[in-house]
């Protein structure tokens, strides 16, 4: 019964650091999304992924980077951390837009750039 | 760019009383969603709405869906503590990406 799940929970970086946030999913669903949340904010999208070796940017994409090897696994990349990436990041992943599914979240992990 | 807005943003509402959360959305969509969130938390699927007029009701919440006017409404019938959260609806344009609104926090005083 794992849905969606997302590591680390809780990071800190310093400002220059890299990191990957994994997110891997047990559903079968073709979708998945990364969306950041900041403080008091709604989720904007960071990518997405409409199938295994697809990938396309979402509303706000500078500074990451993701892959999609697998229809499991959605990978989120920082490179070179900076303080405006402090938030609350969600994977999330539905099966298709004909099916009406919902989406279904990750637990978020925090990270905080210092 | 699909906008959603939400309002309120905030809102403080005695026990016991009625109201109503609104979500404009900026183009065609017929698949709106409902979410909550407790804080520190991550989003739970509240509702699904898949055309027009649709509705759904669970417990004290009742979503409805108006896409010619690109509106949904979650009421909120008789207030109680627990439904303290805040609230975010999304709509899912053909790209299938999801677009949240800004969500509105609820607080219910007893």
């Known amino acids: 019964n794992a849905g969606v799940t997302q590591t680390p929970k809780f990071r800190i970086l310093k400002i220059g650091q890299s990191m990957t946030l994994q997110c891997t999913q047990d559903m079968n669903h073709n979708y998945m999304y990364w969306y950041r949340q900041d403080p008091g904010m709604g989720l904007k999208l960071i990518y997405y992924?409409?199938?295994?070796?697809?990938?396309d940017k979402g509303e706000v994409p500078n500074g990451y980077n993701v892959s999609r090897s697998t229809t499991e696994d959605f990978p989120l990349r920082l490179e070179l951390a900076a303080p405006s990436q402090t938030s609350v990041y969600f994977c999330?992943?539905?099966?298709?837009?004909?099916?009406?599914?919902?989406?279904?979240f990750g637990e978020g992990s925090w990270l905080t750039v210092v | 760019e699909l906008k959603v807005e939400q309002n309120p943003l905030f809102l403080s509402m005695q026990e016991g009383k009625n109201y109503t959360i609104y979500c404009n959305y900026s183009?065609?969509?017929?698949?709106l969603y409902w979410y909550r969130q407790d804080p520190g938390k991550s989003l739970e699927s509240l509702f699904v709405?898949?055309?027009?007029?649709a509705v759904k009701q669970e417990g004290r919440l009742m979503a409805s869906l108006d896409t010619k006017a690109r509106l949904s409404t979650l009421h909120i019938t008789a207030a109680v503590h627990d439904l303290s959260a805040t609230y975010f609806c999304?709509?899912?344009?053909?790209?299938?990406?999801?677009?949240f609104g800004t969500g509105t926090s609820l607080t219910v005083i007893p």
């Open positions: 999304a709509v899912l344009n053909t790209g299938n990406q999801f677009y």
């Open positions: 709405l898949l055309s027009n007029g």
């Open positions: 183009t065609t969509s017929d698949r």
């Open positions: 992924s409409v199938g295994a070796g697809i990938t």
């Open positions: 999330a992943s539905s099966y298709s837009w004909n099916s009406g599914n919902t989406i279904y």
